[in-house]
C-alpha cells in the first residue's frame, strides 16, 4: 500500500505525536483510499474536492453572485459537481481563484486528510497560503496537516486507544457506520500490525528497542508498544505510556509462563520471548 519512504515518514510523525505508526498508517489509508496525489501539469498535487457552498459563504454579494453566474458557487451543498479527474478540479480551483483566491483556497479540502482551507486560522496557520502549502509539500506534508488537525480536535487519544468508531464519527460524521470507516480502519490496522511483526521484517519496536530497558515508572512510545504487544497475547491492558503497576502484573505474569525471571523488567531476554510468541500473518 505504501513505499518505504512513505512508511518511514509516517513512522517519525507518529513517533512525534506518541501514536502508533500502524494506527496512523490506517486512518491515512482509510481516508486517501491509498492514493495521495496526482499528477497536474507535471506536478504531483495533493488530491483536492471544491466545495462550492463553502466558496458561496465566504464571498461578498457582488462576487457571489459572479460566481453563482459561472457554476461555481451555490447555496446548497452538492450542486457545484467536481469533475472526476484531479487536473479538472484544479481548474476549477483556478476559475474560482480568479474571482476570489483566499475564498478558492478556503473552499477546498486538501490532502489525505481532506482538511478544509477554511480551518487555517482554527490550525494555527499564519493564512489560508500556509495550510495549503503544507498540504502541497508532497505526502508527508499532507499527514502533517492531517495530524495536526487530529490533535487540534481532541481525537489522538482515541487513536491511541484504538477507539475507532469514536474516531470515525468525529472525523467522518454520523454517517461513519454507513460507509464502515470505523471498521475499515481497524481491519487496516489489524493489517499493518501482522505486517510489521513478520519474522522477515522484525518488529519495528524491537528494532528500536533492544538495548532499552523497561520498568515501573518508564513512559513513552516504547512502553505503549510493549502494552500493545502483552494485549494482543491475551495480558489485557489500558494502552496508554505509562509503565504502573498493572502493566508490571502483566509483564511479571508474561515473564513467568515463559519460564523467565519475572522482575518486571522488560529487557533483552524478554523481548526476545515477546518477539517469538507475537501473532504473525499468514
Not at 513505499?3 to 505525536?17: F, V
Not at 512502553?223 to 494482543?232: E, K, P
Request: charged share 25%; with cysteine.
Amino acid at each position: 500500500m505504501f513505499e518505504p519512504e512513505l512508511i518511514r515518514e509516517i513512522i517519525q510523525i507518529a513517533e512525534e505525536h506518541e501514536i502508533e505508526p500502524e494506527a496512523l498508517m490506517a486512518v491515512v489509508e482509510v481516508e486517501s483510499n491509498g492514493k495521495l496525489g496526482a499528477r497536474v501539469n507535471g506536478r504531483m498535487e495533493p488530491l483536492i474536492r471544491f466545495e462550492g457552498h463553502y466558496f458561496y459563504r465566504l464571498l461578498s454579494n457582488a462576487k457571489r453572485n459572479l460566481a453563482v453566474v459561472r457554476g461555481l458557487a451555490h447555496s446548497r451543498s452538492g450542486c457545484v459537481k467536481n469533475p472526476f479527474r484531479q487536473a479538472s478540479r484544479w481548474r476549477l480551483l483556478k476559475r474560482a481563484e480568479a474571482i476570489d483566491r483566499v475564498a478558492a483556497l478556503s473552499s477546498c479540502s486538501w490532502g489525505c486528510g481532506q482538511v478544509m482551507g477554511s480551518h487555517w486560522r482554527w490550525l494555527g496557520f499564519g493564512n489560508v497560503d500556509a495550510l495549503v502549502m503544507e498540504a502541497r509539500d508532497g505526502a508527508s506534508g499532507q499527514i502533517r496537516l492531517m495530524m495536526r488537525y487530529i490533535v487540534k480536535a481532541r481525537l489522538k487519544g482515541k487513536l491511541q486507544n484504538h477507539d475507532w468508531a469514536g474516531f470515525a464519527r468525529a472525523y467522518n460524521g454520523p454517517a461513519y457506520r454507513k460507509y464502515k470507516y470505523h471498521t475499515k480502519m481497524q481491519n487496516a490496522y489489524r493489517r499493518h500490525l501482522r505486517r510489521r511483526r513478520r519474522p522477515e521484517h522484525g518488529s519495528m519496536f524491537a528494532r528500536r528497542n533492544q538495548l532499552q530497558m523497561l520498568k515501573l515508572g518508564s513512559h513513552g512510545m516504547a512502553v505503549r508498544q510493549l502494552q500493545t504487544d502483552l494485549s494482543s497475547l491475551g495480558y489485557y491492558l489500558r494502552v496508554d505510556g505509562d509503565f504502573g503497576p498493572a502493566t508490571e502484573r502483566a509483564l511479571k505474569t508474561f515473564q513467568k509462563e515463559s519460564r523467565l525471571q519475572a522482575d518486571g523488567i522488560f529487557g533483552p531476554k524478554t523481548l526476545e520471548m515477546l518477539r517469538r510468541k507475537l501473532p504473525v500473518s499468514v
